[in-house]
């Protein structure tokens, strides 16, 4: 069975497109990954391109997007919506409706991050790697966890909570 998958922020531009790529060079046939957002940047953030091809993870078809795409006819069924914003910096989560699980894995915005090239690239290699712990911790989960909705939300939350990639990882 493959299980579809939705990381929603605001602007898709990175933490979507992070996990989104992410997943998808390692979900195998599993797994679907899809992101968008509720105001679309309309472009990738450089940065995120350059932390994925850093981590060796392809970035063919990615693109700034619309969550109007996933909630119109016609759209693909969704298993499981991650929210990546960043509530504690009061920034709003979009909310997405449907028969789905749902989960907030929060994450300061790389994107916001002031400074030189060197502090933006850091900034996308600590979300990156923050990003890729998670979904070692999701890809991990028993398969039978996705039979029972409740413990797969609570197994979900709590990887949410996951706030370091790690020496050495990735």
Same mark, same amino acid.
């Given at each position: @069975?493959?299980?579809?998958? +939705?990381?929603v922020c605001t602007g898709n531009s990175a933490r979507s497109v992070l996990a989104e790529a992410t997943l998808r060079a390692w979900g195998g046939a599993g797994f679907e990954a899809f992101?968008?957002? #509720?105001? &679309? !940047? /309309?472009?990738i953030n450089p940065y995120? *391109? %350059?932390?994925?091809a850093a981590a060796g993870m392809p970035t063919a078809g990615l693109r700034s997007k619309s =969550?109007?795409?996933? #909630?119109? !006819?016609?759209?693909p069924p969704l298993d499981l919506v991650v929210t990546v914003c960043d509530s504690a910096? #009061? %920034? &709003?989560? &979009?909310?997405? $409706?449907g028969d $789905?699980?749902?989960?907030? =894995? /929060? *994450?300061?915005d790389p994107a916001a991050v002031e400074?030189?090239?060197?502090?933006?690239?850091?900034?996308?290699?600590? !979300?990156?790697?923050?990003? @890729?712990?998670? +979904?070692?911790?999701? +890809?991990? +989960?028993?398969?039978?966890? =996705? !039979?029972?909705? %409740?413990?797969?939300? @609570?197994?979900?939350?709590?990887?949410? *909570?996951?706030?370091s990639g790690g020496a050495g990882h990735g």
């Open positions: @069975m493959t299980h579809r998958v +939705l990381f992101s968008a957002g #509720s105001q &679309p !940047a /309309g472009r995120a *391109l %350059e932390a994925l =969550w109007d795409v996933f #909630s119109g !006819a016609g759209a910096a #009061s %920034e &709003p989560c &979009p909310v997405f $409706f $789905f699980v749902r989960t907030h =894995w /929060g *994450l300061p400074g030189g090239d060197a502090e933006k690239r850091e900034a996308f290699a600590r !979300a990156h790697a923050v990003i @890729m712990a998670r +979904l070692r911790a999701f +890809l991990a +989960l028993p398969p039978e966890t =996705w !039979a029972d909705r %409740e413990a797969l939300k @609570m197994a979900l939350d709590r990887i949410g *909570l996951i706030q």
